[in-house]
């Protein structure tokens, strides 16, 4: 079991720094730590993952995620959705509205016109229930309440974390509804291979591959248009290695659309639900790598195009652009898409998702 009376780790936390009480649930820091001493940090508000404590090629340790080192800064970050979990629908959904059994529900708007990532109280800002705690994994439970920020159901949900002795930060994601109803749920992780800092580098540099060959354009609210459009001959192929920045603020409707990069990737895929690869990236300077797999049949990579050089862990700025995320999900207003996959939940069925987060280096 975890021990508990430790309350400095590798990645510099304090547990005591996370522990408060939030309308009667405690909250906590969780410690996850493998063969080789590196270290996954993840509090129970809002399923933050606040360090990812992995080598670069010289064996120096880094934390290479952003969050804040004391849970009033979590709660109150500028960032929300740093590095949290998502839920009930990860992404947006247009005017916060869709229709289910001929029954339309409206949702709570919160970004312009759109409901993004569950409304104005997401699964991000709820206290979770730690089920079951070890060195090397966390099970997290919260119960979504009927009709909570507009939805239908209570939806109990489950995610595990867990961290391999291969580097591999491991999500599994359970749910199950008592009512039919729509679900979407990712972690948002705020990715820094190179390392927090003071000021945090751009990920310009960063080297990326994504394996899709198609890419949802999206409209000036970032609702996706409906078109499944091939990424060929676009600032969106990243089928082969290539800079983050290279064509970041190329001059495309698309890349306007977003500030950068904003836009849900459709997976290569043999087959529905398979855990196959998604994505690589690898940071020159550190030689440290990711790679992202997962069961999901899309990826919404973002590129922290709204960061303003706020504050987080030990003094940490994060600048814009400073950090990618890879939010793999179903895709953005699917109840809205008739022919994007389903994101309906049946009473009697289980809502389940696997995505995996592999970090290692090169020379």
Same mark, same amino acid.
């Given at each position: 079991?975890?021990?508990?009376?430790?309350?400095?780790?590798?990645?510099?936390?304090k547990k005591e720094d996370f522990q408060t009480t939030i309308d009667g649930k405690k909250t906590d820091l969780y410690i996850l730590k493998n063969a080789k001493g590196n270290e996954v940090a993840i509090?129970?508000?809002?399923?933050?993952?606040?360090?990812?404590?992995?080598?670069?090629?010289?064996?120096?340790?880094?934390?290479?995620?952003?969050?804040?080192?004391?849970?009033?800064?979590?709660?109150?970050?500028?960032?929300?959705?740093?590095?949290?979990? %998502?839920?009930?629908?990860?992404?947006? /959904?247009?005017?916060?509205?869709? #229709?289910? *059994?001929?029954?339309? !529900?409206?949702?709570?708007?919160?970004?312009?016109?759109?409901?993004?990532?569950?409304?104005?109280?997401?699964?991000?800002?709820?206290?979770?229930?730690?089920?079951?705690?070890?060195?090397?994994?966390?099970?997290?439970?919260?119960?979504?309440?009927?009709?909570?920020?507009?939805?239908?159901?209570?939806?109990?949900?489950?995610?595990?974390?867990?961290?391999?002795?291969?580097?591999?930060?491991?999500?599994?994601?359970?749910?199950?509804?008592?009512?039919?109803?729509?679900?979407?749920?990712?972690?948002?992780?705020?990715?820094?291979?190179?390392? %927090?800092?003071?000021?945090?580098?751009? /990920?310009?540099?960063?080297?990326? #591959?994504? *394996?899709?060959?198609? !890419?949802?354009?999206?409209?000036?609210?970032?609702?996706?248009?409906?078109?499944?459009?091939?990424?060929?001959?676009?600032?969106?192929?990243?089928?082969?290695?290539?800079?983050?920045?290279?064509?970041?603020?190329?001059?495309?409707?698309?890349?306007?659309?977003?500030?950068?990069?904003?836009?849900?990737?459709?997976?290569?895929?043999?087959?529905?639900?398979?855990?196959?690869?998604?994505?690589?990236?690898?940071?020159?300077?550190?030689?440290?790598?990711?790679?992202?797999?997962?069961?999901?049949?899309?990826?919404?990579?973002?590129?922290?195009?709204?960061?303003?050089?706020?504050?987080?862990?030990?003094?940490?700025?994060?600048?814009?652009?400073?950090?990618i995320c890879f939010e793999a999900q179903h895709f953005p207003d699917s109840p809205n898409h008739p022919y994007f996959p389903s994101v309906i939940l049946e009473p009697c069925k289980d809502y389940t998702?696997?995505?995996?987060?592999?970090?290692?280096?090169?020379?």
């Open positions: 079991m975890v021990n508990t009376a430790e309350t400095q780790y590798v990645c510099g936390l509090t129970n508000y809002g399923g933050a993952i606040v360090a990812i404590m992995v080598p670069d090629r010289n064996g120096n340790l880094s934390n290479v995620i952003q969050g804040h080192d004391n849970i009033q800064d979590v709660i109150n970050s500028p960032e929300p959705y740093l590095s949290t979990l %998502i839920g009930r629908y990860g992404n947006r /959904i247009a005017k916060g509205r869709f #229709q289910l *059994n001929g029954k339309e !529900y409206k949702l709570a708007i919160n970004n312009g016109p759109n409901s993004l990532h569950g409304g104005k109280q997401g699964f991000n800002a709820k206290v979770w229930d730690a089920t079951q705690v070890n060195e090397h994994a966390v099970v997290l439970k919260y119960t979504s309440s009927y009709g909570e920020e507009g939805y239908t159901g209570e939806v109990e949900v489950w995610v595990a974390y867990s961290f391999t002795d291969d580097n591999e930060l491991v999500i599994k994601y359970l749910a199950k509804s008592n009512k039919k109803t729509i679900i979407n749920l990712t972690s948002h992780g705020f990715f820094s291979l190179a390392g %927090i800092a003071n000021p945090t580098p751009t /990920i310009n540099d960063l080297e990326c #591959q994504i *394996n899709a060959d198609f !890419y949802l354009p999206i409209d000036e609210t970032s609702i996706p248009t409906g078109e499944i459009r091939k990424v060929a001959d676009t600032p969106f192929d990243f089928r082969q290695m290539k800079p983050v920045g290279q064509d970041i603020d190329a001059d495309n409707e698309q890349i306007k659309n977003g500030a950068g990069y904003d836009h849900c990737f459709v997976l290569n895929k043999r087959e529905e639900g398979e855990l196959s690869f998604a994505a690589r990236i690898k940071e020159p300077h550190s030689g440290r790598t990711m790679e992202v797999y997962t069961t999901e049949p899309g990826v919404q990579v973002y590129t922290d195009n709204w960061a303003d050089g706020y504050k987080g862990q030990h003094g940490a700025t994060f600048p814009r652009r400073s950090a998702q696997k995505t995996i987060y592999k970090f290692g280096v090169e020379e």
